[in-house]
């Protein structure tokens, strides 16, 4: 089996029965905010689109990419599609002029010619990924790799059932906005970014430490950032709160667990699995410390070279003649009358602060609040609000002139906004704007319904207390996950927390868990 590096999450698996291209990412993505780094740009598309399986883990745009997936991927290639209660993948997929598509089951093994075997293992709560994420096991000839990218199930089990897994690629570094958007004092915000690193990485080893494969390969991450404006979010600046450590740093980190068997990946690397899968070879376009020790400088050239790009795609975004607070009103107040779990997770009016550049920088020209409780997009009237959004204007009117969805998967992560908020974080509202459609409310306002009514009804045990095993947010199994210190149990999947004498979340609203002293 061999494995082509062609960045981020991206790679071509080929076999004697096939090659499968993964969640190939090129174009800028979020508002031109995010790059691939390594760049990957100039890499033979060509060829690498010539295969014969298409693999899109999910929608985001650093996997999904439209105009790359249109130009450069072969449309002979059959899609793997992963099991999602909504059509939207299949759908985008078709417009780009994809017919073939293996619709496949979640967790269930698929041959096809030749002997190679597929599963993918969909996630499908509303905050994976744009409902849905998913992972890719593949088999050929006793080989077994999977490409885990940035999903994150609640554990590998069903994985190890299938044999013991060779290579094994997995997300280590951030691909979210907080903390650094955040309006809070730069000490702060660095406590909170070191803290969500370390996180990060406690989340990997676990995941490592569940497959044990002989093979780890860092993907899926980081990006980097060329505009002039978000510059500062690339970890070459010396933070110690920096949520968006490279390969390299991943390899550092990895040393101190005792981890010897990781292969990092350039844009061009070619791995061959061979004995079984037990050895590998790995060539590179060039050497790996060196691409990294020079990091700063192939920033700087990339950053320089992209400038048109970036340019060019801000020229786009200007649709003054919208009404952004008509437009609003039309598109939102029907999913709001709609909405009972989502907008009583919410709580109260969201108030956006619209400024007259293309981020948080920038005079007020416009605020806007979505009043939950109220079911209605109007004007601020100075109320007060637990949640608050600055963004440019611009912004807006392209996410309204091209119809957008899914405010998570463009405006939050592009962060070309800040936020405050007053009290915990509340999962609701990210919710609520990935889910601007009528498909996509009505999935997830199920889901919350159907988990509501649920009840975990196993327990297990910490020293002094006896608690439910399923975490409350999305149903990682505590036994693996949890660690109590004192009277706190930590979920560290995700890093939230729980007081156990009252059972009440303390990272974000809702999501009580059931919890009871132990009697001695």
Not at 265 to 294: C, I, R, W, Y
């Amino acid at each position: 089996m061999r494995i082509t590096g062609t960045g981020h999450a991206s790679m071509r698996i080929d076999t004697a029965a096939g090659s499968i291209l993964c969640d190939p990412w090129v174009n800028p993505a979020y508002f031109a905010s995010w790059f691939p780094f390594p760049d990957n740009s100039q890499l033979d598309w060509e060829t690498l689109g010539d295969v014969d399986y298409l693999y899109v883990s999910h929608l985001h745009r650093d996997h999904f990419d439209a105009e790359h997936l249109k130009r450069f991927i072969s449309k002979k290639a059959t899609v793997l599609l992963p099991e999602y209660p909504t059509s939207q993948l299949e759908d985008e997929l078709r417009e780009l002029g994809f017919t073939s598509f293996l619709r496949t089951r979640s967790d269930e093994v698929h041959e096809l010619d030749g002997g190679l075997k597929v599963m993918i293992q969909a996630l499908i709560s509303p905050t994976d990924g744009p409902i849905g994420d998913s992972s890719l096991w593949v088999e050929y000839d006793g080989v077994r790799v999977l490409n885990q990218n940035d999903a994150r199930p609640t554990d590998l089990q069903r994985f190890n059932e299938l044999g013991h897994v060779h290579a094994h690629m997995l997300q280590f570094s951030g691909a979210i906005w907080y903390p650094m958007v955040y309006e809070l004092p730069e000490n702060a915000k660095t406590a909170f970014g070191k803290q969500k690193r370390e996180r990060q990485f406690d989340r990997t080893w676990r995941y490592i430490d569940d497959l044990k494969a002989d093979f780890v390969f860092p993907i899926a991450g980081p990006p980097c950032f060329l505009d002039d404006t978000l510059w500062q979010f690339n970890d070459i600046h010396g933070d110690e709160g920096n949520i968006f450590p490279d390969q390299s740093v991943f390899l550092s980190e990895y040393a101190k667990v005792g981890g010897t068997n990781a292969v990092v990946q350039l844009p061009g690397s070619v791995t061959v699995l061979s004995e079984g899968g037990t050895k590998q070879t790995t060539e590179h376009p060039m050497p790996v410390d060196e691409f990294f020790a020079n990091k700063a400088a192939h920033l700087e050239e990339m950053r320089e070279r992209k400038a048109p790009v970036i340019a060019a795609e801000k020229a786009s975004w200007r649709h003054p003649e919208i009404d952004v607070l008509g437009a609003l009103k039309k598109q939102i107040e029907p999913l709001l009358e709609e909405s009972i779990y989502m907008a009583k997770g919410v709580g109260g009016p969201v108030r956006f602060d619209l400024t007259d550049s293309f981020g948080p920088d920038g005079e007020i020209v416009e605020s806007i609040v979505v009043d939950f409780p109220g079911k209605q997009v109007r004007p601020y009237a100075d109320e007060k609000v637990r949640y608050r959004f600055k963004t440019g204007r611009a912004l807006i009117e392209h996410l309204i002139f091209i119809g957008e969805g899914d405010w998570v998967n463009s405006l939050f992560l592009s962060c070309r906004f800040s936020a405050a908020r007053i009290g915990q974080y509340n999962e609701f509202v990210y919710a609520f704007f990935k889910c601007l459609s009528e498909e996509r409310l009505q999935y997830a306002e199920g889901w919350y319904d159907e988990h509501e009514k649920a009840v975990d009804a196993e327990d297990i045990q910490f020293d002094d207390w006896t608690v439910q095993r399923r975490c409350p947010h999305l149903k990682a199994d505590l036994s693996r996950f949890g660690i109590v210190e004192g009277n706190q149990l930590t979920c560290q999947l995700h890093g939230w927390k729980f007081d156990l004498p009252s059972g009440r979340c303390l990272t974000s609203v809702g999501h009580k868990i059931r919890a009871s002293k132990t009697e001695s």
